[in-house]
């Protein structure tokens, strides 16, 4: 009886996050359910870059849940809010997807938040990656590098700061970001930092929350057949 009353709860918890969020982009990558061993041989360490990472705190209207969104911070107006560019969509057929840009506002349908923005997104708060404690990993600490957008074969995109990129029957994990269309579809393992929940409400839930304090800057990978893109880079830009 124990077990299912509380497969019920959690089927009940699990429909309401995901109606609630139902007409929101996707969030950031919650940490993989099963992650690669940490790496014992690290190649020096890269200075800390300031990629404009950022971790977007908000609320969905009508939710009383936090989310966290990790994006490439653009712009800042005192007490209106921020522009946020982050990649959404990888078309399999393009090494270049397209970069979504809009303005997350602290009263996103005030006539003072500029467009295009989040119109149920309420800004609560918003942390700089550069100006954080660089999160640690198996004994290994990780500095936010580029800000990108990367993937594994078959999945949606997701968004963080570069950490350092293994490659296949490699045991070096480089700090180094290889270049722009150097990690595309290659066997591998990429690690990055982001903001997450690393005790969310229930599995694959890590952007959401009862509380913005439950969201930590953390290490994450991803291995497979991954790919992965600067912002900058994607937009034109030469940060």
Known sequence: MFVHAGRLVRTALLALLFTTAAAVPAASLSPAATRPADVTNVATPAPKAPSRGVAVIYQVAGSSWYRVHNALLLEEKDGVGIKIAHVASWPSNTNKPAVQEFWVC?????????????????????????????????????????????????????????ACWRPANSTTCSKAWPGDNKILNKKGMLRYVHYVNPNPPAPGLGSYATSPGQFKFRVGAVADTVSAQRLCYLRGSTC
């Open 106 to 162: 602290k009263n996103p349908q005030g006539p003072g938040c500029p467009t295009p923005r989040m119109p149920n997104w309420r800004l609560h708060s918003y942390i700089e990656y550069a100006r954080q404690p660089c999160p640690v990993s198996g004994g290994v600490t990780y500095c936010p590098g580029p800000f990108i957008a990367f993937k594994t074969s078959g999945h949606r995109p997701h968004n963080g700061a570069f």
